[in-house]
């Protein structure tokens, strides 16, 4: 495997350090606005909690033409007495620069793996550089879990309203579950703790030409901690809040993007996954806490009228890759009226299994596959959406949870059909 | 009375020696069609094994090509049916290779074309085959895509697509064939102008209430989706 190439400069930097702690990296791409919170905030977690450490923060820029990697430069805390009643005993380093590699968050992260190959690093996070709600214990919560209870990874728990984060909670989370049988809830929640020894167990891996280090990384990094046995836990953040995304970002390339990284693993990994069933808890770090979140508004009209339209424009690419029982099914449901639509979770646990089997025996190219998926996928949020109107918070999870049971049940289905 | 029988004899004779001349050339075509025969069914054989090794049948359907056959009145596997025409091809140069071996200055010039085009059947083939994969390929994009975005039209801006792509793609198979070229210049740049001629009359004039409708009722959805759709999906 080939290792990224430093600049000169970051060479002489990492030389001048020597060893670090904790490396922390921020992989970014034009986040001028909201990457100096960040550093900002990580500088006061590293102050507050890890005083006693030598601690390198890491940007990782994709070529950023906004000033990114001047603001990280220029960012650092004036009056650290307004946070701390002690001052850190060690300084903490900062390194940014333009990442080398095919342009993608993997990339940036191999850096990150990299450097804290190079300074020895014992533990590292990362974090999202347009979180708007990163606080000083974030990086405390990520860290600790590594450094003092011993643990390689650790992914992210946050409050987040019942109507976000669908992908994650109608397909990424109740597979990775079933699959692997570890309860980790936010699978590609972006912010993750990890151990010096994972991140180069990490690096061993051929991957960095791939998908993965375009936009996999995420759920790659979840899944191969869970599925190589290192110690896996979750810590509490709280609300994930982040800058608006691009409206431009189009949904099926999201899907695309989430759910092929999902199913390359399944492939992968199919040894590993097939004689496990059933699924175990995964402990959780950090006080949870409720949180106050805002109002989401969502066109339930729009996206079933998305939903139908699909019935009648992919329904022969459907039938076969369904069936033609599940696609009766769903020809069931296009002719339901808006306020009855219920997306069974069985069958949409069939969905997501017959897409995975398609995917492995190649029955489409991938791209118009797991596009072809998307409104199936709209019209179960969407009946999500429905249902869960006047649920709480925690009966709305209740739902989540019995889906997820659902994927556990059916994992002979999958079996059974891989060949 | 003997130069009459000379006058008889003489071309008998000559038939003779020519056709004592011409039996080993028939005989080398026979020998040639019965190898050949021999040969097409074993390429044959090796072509259907191979194929059924590689599963070339998913992959036909897989790329709508059995559906395309079967639309064709072909029902027997696509493996078999690319097993017969490899079969037919062998016949076929077995056949020229016999004609070629008969020494007639006639016969030796169709085969010289013969061969000569085989070429320009080849790319044409290869033209066709490839062409109608990635019409295949960019109609279901399109499809996927109109589709995802809640376009009414989808279906008929795909199969539009198709044709589109299919009319080019006969065009250069008939280029390549040299089948009346400037005829197939002329019908192509009818076919082609006319179908943009005739979108642009009916957006432009006879249907600029309906496309007026469209462009309102897309751009009232975009910006229903803007303001109202705030789901994070991830």
Known sequence: MKSATFRTEVHEQLERIGQADIIVGIPSFNNARTIGHVVRAVQAGLAKYFPEHKAVIVNSDGGSSDGTIDVV???????????????????????????SGIPG???????????????????????????????????????????????????????????????????????????????????????FGFSGGLAQYYLTKDVWQTDVARFGIDIWMTTTAIAN?????????????????????DLSNMLFQVVSATFELMNTYADIWMPIRGSEPVPAFGFEYTVGLEQVN???TRMLNIFREGLRNLGEIWRDILGAGDFGEIERLGALADSDFHFPIGLWTRVVYDYALAFHKGKLPVEHLIKSMTPLYVGKTASFIIGAKDMGQQEAEAEIEKLCMEFENCKDYLISNWK | ?????????????????????????????????????????????IVVKFLTAIKFDSWSDRMGFTTLMRKGGLWNKPSAILGGIVFWVVIIVTLMSGLNALQIPATDQLVGQFFSYIPRIFSAAMILIVGYVLSGFFSRAVLIAASNSGFHYAKILAEATHTLLMVLILAMVMEQLQIAPSIVLAAFSIIFGGIVIALAIAFGVGGIDTARRIIEREVTAKSEEETKDEIEHI
């Open chain 1, 73 to 99: 430069h220029n960012t650092s805390i004036d009056d650290f007495n307004a946070i701390l009643l002690h001052h850190r005993v060690e300084p903490v380093s900062k390194i940014a620069f333009p990442y």
């Open chain 1, 105 to 191: 968050k993997g990339s940036a992260f191999r850096t990150v793996f990299e450097i804290a190959g190079a300074l020895d690093a014992k533990a590292c996070a990362v974090v999202d550089s347009d979180l708007r709600s990163i606080t000083p214990e974030w990086i405390e919560l990520l860290v600790k879990p590594v450094l003092v209870g011993g643990y390689d990874y650790v992914s992210p728990l946050y409050h987040r309203h019942k109507f976000d984060g669908t992908i994650t909670n109608s397909i990424v989370y109740p597979l990775t579950r079933a699959l692997y049988g570890k309860r980790v809830r936010q699978p590609i929640g972006g912010d």
């Open chain 1, 229 to 249: 046995g290192f110690k896996v836990t979750q810590s509490f953040l709280g609300a994930k809040i982040h800058d608006a995304k691009d409206p431009g970002t």
């Open chain 1, 298 to 300: 969502v066109n339930t």
């Open chain 2, 1 to 45: 009375m003997e130069d009459f029988l000379n006058l008889i004899l003489e071309p008998l004779k000559e038939l003779f020696l020519k056709f004592k001349a011409f039996v080993p050339n028939l005989l080398a075509m026979l020998v040639i069609l019965l190898i050949g025969f021999i040969l097409a069914r074993f390429i044959k054989l």
